[in-house]
């Protein structure tokens, strides 16, 4: 009898055992958990390149994203690459930040399942030249989703969300951020969030939205938006939810 290894959900470390993200997920399998320690990571190298058809978790070691960073130097997205054929990625304690504003941050949409718990993100926005104006820059959602469970996370002063799927969103905060989430198509399903002091809401063209026991304060919605979507095709109900403080110019927090 030949002596094996069975090598299943495997933790690889960086950088005590890979010396950036991107090698930790070169060297790892479907099913990995990739550990990142304590500490401060910059550099292409510390971005995601290539998954090659992965599924994986991605993991603060000490679970605290004040002290697990990848800070992207307005220069680098975080996943902006073809990732074919992954059932999902998950993310847990770690704070993302100051990312390339020419790129979105994080493409998602062919990833049938992402998790983000308990991350932070930071100075995440995209600016796209309008095609009308090339002179003209557009603010674009920074992350493009397709299914989504995003719990216990902090976002402050991003560029929003976009998404496809159903999204489960809860105990979040959405500090100084433009469009949070837009939905186009699917569902969304929102408990126990804030929004604040932002530029408009939970939107979308069509869609199932769910709000509940969630804040808005501060916000500004200009004409044509408004802070939570009534029409376009969407199938809305709001329970328990306060609304405080919020500038709406030629616009309705209910659209």
Not at 48 to 69: F, M, R
Not at 196 to 201: E, F, L, R, S, W
Request: aromatic residues 12%; contains cysteine.
């Amino acid at each position: 009898v030949i002596p094996y290894t069975l090598l299943l959900n495997r933790e690889i470390y960086v950088p005590s055992e890979c010396p950036s993200l991107q090698t930790a997920i070169t060297k790892a399998i479907d099913g990995d958990t990739i550990v990142v320690e304590d500490g401060i990571y910059t550099g292409k190298e510390n971005t995601i390149t290539d998954l090659a058809g992965k599924s994986l978790k991605i993991v603060s070691k000490s679970n605290d994203p004040k002290k697990t960073i990848f800070d992207f130097s307005y220069k680098y997205s975080l996943l902006n690459v073809s990732r074919p054929d992954v059932e999902n990625i998950y993310f847990k304690g770690i704070g993302f930040r100051n990312s390339s504003q020419d790129a979105l941050f994080f493409d998602g949409r062919d990833i049938r399942q992402t998790t983000l718990n308990k991350c932070d993100f930071e100075n995440i926005k995209w600016f796209n030249s309008a095609y009308s104006n090339p002179n003209l820059n557009t603010v674009m959602q920074a992350f493009y989703l397709r299914n989504a469970l995003i719990t216990d996370c902090n976002f402050e002063n991003i560029s929003g969300i976009i998404a496809n799927g159903e999204v489960v969103l809860a105990d979040s905060v959405f500090n100084n951020c433009q469009s949070p989430l837009a939905l186009h198509g699917g569902s969304v399903n929102a408990k126990l969030c804030e929004f604040n002091n932002g530029k408009g809401g939970i939107g979308g063209v069509w869609g199932k939205f769910r709000i509940e026991q969630c804040s808005y304060v501060g916000n500004y919605v200009k004409f044509g938006s408004g802070l939570v979507p009534l029409g376009f095709g969407s199938d809305t109900q709001v329970s328990k939810c306060l609304f405080a403080g919020n500038l709406c110019d030629g616009a309705v927090i209910f659209n």
